[in-house]
Structures are given as structure tokens and as C-alpha cells.
Nanobody
């Protein structure tokens, strides 16, 4: 089994920055995609940013220019650098990995979520 451990959430003032981390451990042969989602209270879970094999990244329009996704392949870790945070960024942030295990089966796994609260 593969587990994702997230860290880096917290309380920050509007205009501030946070960096989220998500590290994977377990039976991983290769990671095909890494993504961050977020879910605000009473709303659906939405895609924030994703990076796929080859390094191509995509961002939600609401975070373009403010958030940057990066990865450390050696550590099976993805980061989300969040700058110029806005009140609307308040949410629980979840990471999601698509991966193949040693038997080449494909799986998706979610992190437990980390709360980001932006205050005025």
C-alpha cells in the first residue's frame, strides 16, 4: 500500500505565503501524476494544480501566477508553493498521486488533507 503524508498547512494572513508538501511511501514503481485539490466548506473538491510525466503542469485559473507546483522525484514528493494568498484560498488541500506499483498495476491515492486558513 502507498500512503501520502501532507504537511505545511496553517493559518496565514492574506497576501502571505505557505508551502505544502506531500510525500509518498510504499510500493511505488513509477508515479504518473501528482496533483493538489482543495475543498472549501460546503463546496466540491476542485483541482488546483497537476503535474504529469514529462513535467507538464496545469493550474486552475484562480491560482495561476500565484501558486507553483514542483516535485522531487527522488523523494516521491510534490510541493505547492502558494503566494499572495487570498481569503478565497481557504480550504482543505488534498494531494493525489497516480502511480504504478511493482506489478505495474495502476492506482490512485489521496492524502489525508491539510487545512489552509487565510485571514484578513
Amino acid at each position: 500500500q502507498v500512503q501520502l503524508v501532507e504537511s505545511g498547512g496553517g493559518l496565514v494572513q492574506a497576501g502571505g505565503s505557505l508551502r505544502l508538501s506531500c510525500a509518498a511511501s510504499g510500493n511505488i514503481f513509477s508515479i504518473t501524476s501528482m496533483a493538489w485539490y482543495r475543498q472549501a466548506p460546503g463546496k466540491q473538491r476542485d483541482l488546483v494544480a497537476t503535474i504529469i510525466t514529462g513535467g507538464r503542469t496545469n493550474y486552475a485559473n484562480s491560482v495561476k501566477g500565484r501558486f507553483t507546483l514542483s516535485r522531487d522525484n527522488a523523494k516521491n514528493t510534490v510541493y505547492l508553493q502558494m503566494n499572495s494568498l487570498e481569503l478565497e484560498d481557504t480550504a482543505v488541500y488534498y494531494c493525489n498521486f497516480g502511480y504504478r506499483d511493482s506489478s505495474m498495476k495502476y492506482f490512485e491515492v489521496w492524502g489525508q488533507g491539510t487545512l489552509v486558513t487565510v485571514s484578513s
